[in-house]
């Protein structure tokens, strides 16, 4: 992984955003909404693959809107959206590698969905709304998802810790880029880095450096991301540029699920 004195300058990897975000777009229009599924060791699986293209598909439209506003030096605005594209890069590859991501997923959506639902209820504000939707069908059941899975699925710090390489790193930096998008000391000094004696109704200016480690995030989160569809695509498309970006970025090995723990599931 690239050290401080290695991350290339500013200038490059605003470019390589660009060409990132440019070559995402260009497979996809040359595919005409076709891919062929399946690598030798995964088998075609088009579940697998609708909920990691999301993930994918998602990351990109956030980094892209992001990357113009750090062109802006609207950090405040673009920091908070390079957070949710990690949690969907990350999402993403957990998803393309473990044949158990998707159930867990499905799992973790309709407890958030019937936790939500009960909540509206006990307001009594929304009952004949709710009335209107019929409760969440569960075609799954715990017992259908390997309890390693659905923790994962659930904390995104175990999901990390799935992955390989630097899974400490992976969570450190999602903590990093969350002090930005939460009320939190870092959100104070944006507007009051002075403690009551200066308050400021826009951000304060963030040093070179600041901005340095944020283009370094949007970058790293297109690598994840694009390397994660690339896994389920038989063609590798994308392949020699994603691994490209990768060794510019001190990232060489694609980030992917342990071996431990890809055994684990196969047992």
């Known amino acids: 992984m690239a050290t401080e004195s290695t991350v290339p300058n500013e200038a490059t990897l605003r470019a390589l955003c660009a060409d990132l975000l440019n070559d995402w777009h260009t497979t996809l229009a040359s595919a005409d909404g076709s891919m062929s599924l399946g690598r030798d060791d995964q088998d075609v699986d088009p579940v697998r693959f609708a909920t990691a293209f999301a993930f994918v598909a998602h990351a990109h439209h956030l980094v892209g809107t992001a990357c113009r ?4 030096r609207d950090y405040a605005a673009a920091v908070p959206l390079l957070r949710v594209a990690y949690e969907s890069a990350v999402t993403a590859v957990w998803a393309a590698d473990s044949p ?6 499905e ?3 309709l407890r958030g969905v019937k936790n939500l639902r009960t909540g509206l209820l006990e307001t009594g504000l929304f009952e004949e709304v709710l009335e209107t939707f019929p409760e969440p069908t569960e075609r799954l059941t715990k017992e259908d998802v390997t309890k390693e899975a659905q923790a994962q699925s659930r904390r995104f710090n175990e999901m990390c810790d799935a992955l390989e390489p630097e ?8 903590r990093l880029l969350s002090s930005y998008a939460h009320p939190s000391g870092s959100v104070i000094n944006m507007f009051a880095p002075s403690g009551d004696e200066h308050l400021l109704a826009t951000p304060a200016a963030a040093d070179v450096q600041a901005y340095l480690s944020w283009w370094f995030s949007a970058a790293m ?3 994840h991301a694009g390397q994660a569809l690339d896994r389920l695509d038989r063609d590798a498309k994308r392949a020699g540029t994603l691994a490209a970006a990768g060794e510019l970025l001190g990232w060489e090995t694609p980030l992917r699920l342990k071996s431990s723990v890809r055994e684990a599931l196969d047992d």
């Open 167 to 174: 899974p400490v790193w992976l969570y450190q930096q999602f």
């Open 69 to 72: 506003l750090l062109h802006e």
């Open 100 to 105: 158990e991501a998707a159930k867990a997923l």
């Open 107 to 109: 799992l973790e959506m």
């Open 221 to 223: 989160i297109l690598l």
